[in-house]
Nanobody, 114 residues
Framework: QVQLVESGGGLVQPGGSLRLSCAAS????????MGWYRQPPGNQRELVAA???????NYAEFVKGRFTISRDNAKNTVYLQMSSLKSEDTAIYYC????????WGQGTQVTVSS
């Protein structure tokens, strides 16, 4: 079982940046593809960005060119660098494997507002 702990969210103005982190327990973290997901208020959870065990990345169209996913297998951590943030990026952000295998963590709230 892998446990996931997200951090780094907060309140940021439109156009600003944030870096999210997801720390994963378990010795086999490096074997999994990982993803960042988000759930905007009143909406379904959606995949934002994904990274394979080999480091290949993929992004949802609505974040391409603004968000960057990366991973550090030595630290069992996956990151999401977010820039040029928009109000519609407001959501709770979660990480999990991609495809999803494990229970969701508590997520981290990102609020983009002036």
């Amino acid at each position: 079982q892998v446990q996931l702990v997200e951090s780094g969210g907060g309140l940021v103005q439109p156009g600003g940046s944030l870096r999210l982190s997801c720390a994963a327990s378990g010795k086999i973290f490096s074997m999994y593809g990982m993803g960042w997901y988000r759930q905007p208020p009143g909406n379904q959870r959606e995949l934002v960005a994904a990274i394979t065990s080999g480091g290949t990345t993929n992004y949802a169209e609505f974040v391409k060119g603004r968000f960057t996913i990366s991973r550090d297998n030595a630290k069992n951590t996956v990151y999401l660098q977010m820039s040029s943030l928009k109000s519609e990026d407001t959501a709770i952000y979660y990480c999990n494997t991609n495809p999803i295998f494990f229970a969701w963590g508590q997520g981290t709230q990102v609020t983009v507002s002036s």
